[in-house]
């Protein structure tokens, strides 16, 4: 290959993994689909408990040297998360000597690192590219955060968040007394020094805008997505990264939520290509920003890879720089369902020497539409390789959300996993969002 990626052809590239592996963190889905478009496709996962995950599926690599002798310079390397403390390697410095080097690189820096991990500093970038910030407040310890809302109202809800460990299960928002007690379990399982943030609640309407970047801007449309998070039907359980969404493109979004203004400080800041994503609250007059996602999504990007024609093409072009507008399906969109077993969504690391949790559970069936986050395959079956029991997510696409999730329903029986959960009120939910937003000047064209 000379440098640069034609646009009139699809072209055979190697594609070089660096994983989490397993969680909402996997790329499996990403990694099988560029397989199956003809692609060379290694992997390296980081994370100890989660190495089995792709065994039988995808070839692996037992380090980022044993990656970078298969992939040479040729290789696009994709990294699938921001850094993470369980893993054996910095993505973001990795990532930044490669592209140094002269690599690609898609999705990993250390501005995504930062983006990411330093609340104070992605709130700052997002007042100056024009969003609005909820009433917010930050603390060296919990102690401190706890005294903080012993002064507040009792029916005042805010929202809790570290910088050190952000995940879903840590993330928790409710009143005061709630929080307070919630508080007291973070403090027993990860002490008193951790960093963090908390956030009033807000009134409006809850969306993620996502846009791919080129290295020099970001490419239109942008992308939308409605996502539930909590583990049951009726808003009940707890928060995981994510339980269902909906993803399409939508125009008028670029100026509206500051896109511009942000493609440029990427950048002016070297930014890698990959896709970028902000979260907001948006009422009838102002758009709260709430966090960045400079990563890939928990499963927006699952779900929503279903509206390109060829992944491999599109991301062998943005990683080169050589695609100005996204290829993103813009006459439909795509509708993704979680699906899991038990333990799940508790995330204890185990030993990754033992096989506890939900690992080892039989998957008989593996239909297309079925995104596969925490499989393997042993003796030519496939199986559950996550301990913590996410299996993988659903999508179908459409432009009717009740005939999309019940497509979504039915693949997920046809999976025949045992003790398989799901929510099975997703059309419901996502309908009231819909309804809700076109109050707010974003009308999504779908049915209802």
């Known amino acids: 290959m000379d440098g640069h990626l034609p646009t009139d052809a699809v072209v055979l590239m190697k594609f070089a993994f660096v994983s989490a592996g397993g969680g909402g963190a996997s790329s499996l889905f990403m990694q099988l689909r560029l397989k199956d ?3 060379d496709v290694r992997t390296l996962i980081t994370v100890p408990q989660f190495t089995k995950i792709g065994d039988g599926y995808i070839k692996k690599a037992r380090s980022i040297y044993e990656l970078k002798a298969w992939g040479g310079s040729n290789a696009i390397y994709v990294f699938d998360v921001t850094s993470l403390k369980e893993s054996s390697l910095d993505y973001g410095k990795t ?4 592209r140094k080097s002269g690599h690609k690189v898609l999705f990993g820096g250390t501005i995504c690192d930062k983006l990411e991990g330093d609340r104070g500093f992605g709130q700052d970038l997002a007042t100056e590219v024009g969003f609005d910030l909820p009433p917010s407040h930050s603390f060296k310890t919990i102690s401190e955060v706890q005294k903080f809302l012993l002064k507040q109202e009792e029916d005042a809800e805010w929202y809790f968040k570290t910088d050190d460990y952000i995940d879903a299960a840590t993330t928790y ?7 307070l007690r919630h508080l007291d379990y973070v403090i027993d399982k990860d002490g008193d020094k951790l960093p963090n943030h908390i956030e009033s609640k807000v009134a409006g309407v809850p969306l993620s805008i996502a846009g791919f970047f080129n290295g020099k801007q970001f490419l239109q449309p942008l992308q939308i997505t409605i996502e539930h998070k909590k583990l049951l039907n009726d808003e009940l359980g707890p928060s995981t990264g994510c339980s269902l969404d909906l993803v399409c493109a939508l125009d008028g979004m670029y100026d509206r939520m500051h896109f511009d203004k942000y493609g440029e400080w990427l950048a002016k800041n070297n930014a890698p290509p990959g896709i970028y994503d902000a979260n907001v609250i948006i009422d ?15 499963d927006s990007e699952a779900t929503g890879f279903h509206l390109f024609p060829n992944m491999g093409k599109f991301l062998g072009q943005l990683a080169h720089g050589e695609v100005d507008e996204s ?3 813009t006459s439909e969109a795509a509708f993704g369902l979680r ?7 508790w995330e204890h ?7 506890e949790g939900a690992a080892g559970v039989p998957v008989l069936a593996t239909p297309d539409g079925f995104e596969a986050y925490g499989l393997a395959i042993k003796d030519e079956e496939p199986y559950i390789a996550d301990p913590f029991g996410l299996v993988g997510v659903t999508v179908a696409t459409g432009d009717n959300v009740k005939e999309m999730n019940a497509k979504c329903i039915k693949l997920a029986k046809s999976l025949q996993v045992p003790n398989l959960g799901y929510r099975t009120d997703a059309a419901e939910v996502v309908a009231k969002d819909i309804k809700e937003l076109a109050k707010v000047d974003v009308e999504i064209p779908y049915g209802v």
């Open 339 to 345: 699906v899991w077993v038990p333990p799940y969504p």
């Open 173 to 179: 928002g409710g009143k005061v007394e709630n929080l």
């Open 327 to 329: 290829p993103v399906e």
């Open 349 to 355: 690391f185990p030993d990754h020497d033992k096989e």
């Open 284 to 298: 009838g007059e102002k758009t709260y920003f709430l966090e960045w996602t400079p990563r890939m999504g928990y």
């Open 95 to 98: 990532a930044d000597s490669l």
């Open 37 to 39: 478009e003809g692609h």
